[in-house]
């Protein structure tokens, strides 16, 4: 199988968010990269190829990170996910370090 990756995955272990539409997945991410992400696919989860999600990482309570992507690939017990805009790795929120804080 070809590895059409630009960016090179490294492993890395966080909850994320699958939200597409009305539904949601709750995940485990398997590796990540500037590019995109690798998922265990969650039960019941009924992504197909091409389709738009919005992936909400978290680590504990608080500001989660919201990152558009694509489904890029689909397996048995696997997600690949490409962004739309380059991430961090890990992605990390940039509108609390870009807002004036509240008095």
Known sequence: MNDHRFNQRVPYAARVMVVRGDDAWLGEVVDLSEGGCGLFRPEGCTLQVAE??????????????????????????????????????????????????RA
Do not use: I
Request: glycine share 6%; with cysteine; hydrophobic share 45%.
């Open 52 to 101: 738009v999600v919005q992936l909400v990482f978290f680590d504990q309570p608080g500001p989660a990170v919201l990152v558009g992507a694509r489904v890029a690939r689909v397996q048995d017990s696997l997600l690949g996910f490409e962004y739309h805009d380059p991430q961090q790795v890990p992605p990390v929120c940039t509108r609390a370090a870009t807002q004036p804080a």
